[in-house]
């Protein structure tokens, strides 16, 4: 290649090149600046794989209707789209007639709807021309409102669905999930309903439910291949042939876990309990059916089936590593951690008791009530923990801070001093 060449930049390469550069384009402004360039860019734009519409993209051009226009042009000329990506402002009458145009080629599809469907009166409607693609894989959907089922029939093909910052009906998002059969990952985030969700998916191997506020909430799901599970904002949970599950985490930010109802979880290896209040029939159902588990998390503050809110009951501390024998690594967090520091916790502590796989322990202090029996928890967990490696005490927003106060966090420095090769104080 000689010195003219070199000097000729992108001209200089071969046509096959330069379109496969151009290609990797998906942004719509560096894709529109492009195409100003040289006709024999603009002539690359039908073999874009994916256009990005940013929000703010079209704010100085006049907004949605100069926006309209110009996905209009582009989805028109991208004849080889797979993927979409909208997230400025758009017209919702518009959209079917974009899916119309590329819905034998499209597999992805993510649409930003709360500004553009926020002058509809019937936001539902919209959604249903998404049916024109109907090889659509992944499909995500922000800031919509489903009062009704949308009526995009069956998405065989779809694998991933995610909805977040939704307001949803619950008869109208399970007819919504149940049209896509094949899902192996659904994700509903931050989103607000009431009601029941009640979701069979066979092939689903990665689920996120977060539903927000305080409405009242019951879940039912049936997925034999699960693996990750992660549910927040039900007060009744039901799990049915869930024993392929790894990873679970169920909480509830405001108001009750009323009742939780699983089988046997023999590949369980993490598990996290959050909220503020749980039943304490809950509670129990879960770890008994967790008994595999490897990693727990135990943050929640009180049980109590009512409004009263209330301390954990005494939990024998050999009867419950007994009942985890696979426990490696064990996070536990004020109530959890004074119940295994009551008057008869180490009631059965012998010298042939011995805890076989903890190897981290990290436990959030809150009070100084029961100190001694705190600290002598804390002295059984590393004495009889084997393989133990780290303990970590994390002393939090100690409610009590009067002498008692003082006296416990220096026999915790003194605790720590002790066993200094193990145990760490936050």
Not at 266 to 287: D, F, H, K, T
Request: hydrophobic letters at 45%; aromatic letters at 8%.
């Amino acid at each position: 290649m000689d010195r003219m060449e070199i000097d000729g930049g992108m001209d200089a390469l071969p046509e096959g090149v330069v379109q496969h550069i151009l290609s990797q384009l998906s942004n719509a402004r560096d894709v529109a600046a492009c195409a100003g360039v040289a006709r024999c860019w603009r002539d690359c734009v039908p073999f874009l794989p994916s256009l990005y519409f940013p929000r703010g993209a079209f704010d100085a051009a006049g907004g949605a209707a100069a926006a309209d226009d110009a996905i209009g042009r582009m989805v028109g000329a991208a004849a080889r789209l797979e993927e979409l990506v909208v997230y400025c402002p758009f017209t919702p009458a518009r959209l079917p007639e974009w899916l119309a145009a590329r819905g034998a080629t499209l597999r992805v599809l993510e649409l930003r709807v709360d500004s553009a469907f926020a002058a509809a009166t019937d936001k539902s409607t919209h959604l249903d021309c998404i049916g024109a693609a109907a090889g659509l894989e992944d499909l995500r959907l922000w800031g919509l409102t489903l009062t009704r089922a949308p009526e995009w029939g069956r998405m065989e093909r779809l694998r991933v669905l995610q909805v977040v910052g939704a307001v949803l009906r619950d008869t109208a998002i399970n007819a919504a999930v149940a049209a896509c059969p094949n899902l192996t990952d659904l994700a509903i985030l931050g989103c607000e309903c009431s009601g029941e969700l009640a979701i069979s998916l066979p092939l689903l191997e990665r689920c996120r439910l977060d539903f927000v506020g305080s409405a009242i909430c019951s879940l039912t799901l049936a997925a034999p291949r699960v693996e990750s599970l992660e549910v927040q904002g039900f007060n009744w949970i039901s799990l049915r042939d869930v024993n392929r599950l790894k990873h679970l985490t169920i909480a509830k930010t405001t108001g009750t876990v009323y009742h939780v109802e699983m089988g046997k979880l023999p590949e369980l290896e993490q598990l996290s309990l959050r909220g503020v209040q749980w039943s304490w029939g809950a509670i129990s159902s879960v770890l008994q059916c967790a008994s595999e588990v490897k990693h727990l998390v135990m943050k929640v503050e009180f049980c109590g089936d009512f409004d009263t809110l209330l301390p954990f009951p005494e939990l024998d501390l050999v009867e419950f590593f007994n009942s985890h024998p696979k426990l490696r690594k064990f996070e536990i967090h004020g109530a959890m951690f004074a119940a295994l520091c009551q008057k008869n916790s180490l009631k059965n502590v012998n010298s042939r008791f011995v805890i076989p796989c903890l190897e981290d322990i990290l436990v959030t202090v809150r009070s100084p009530l029961n100190a001694e029996q705190k600290l002598s928890t804390l002295e059984s967990l590393v004495r009889y923990s084997m393989r133990l490696r780290r303990m970590i005490i994390r002393i939090s927003q100690m409610k009590n801070c009067h002498e008692a106060g003082d006296d416990f966090f220096e026999d915790i420095c003194k605790f720590s001093y002790m066993n200094s090769d193990k145990v760490w104080i936050e």
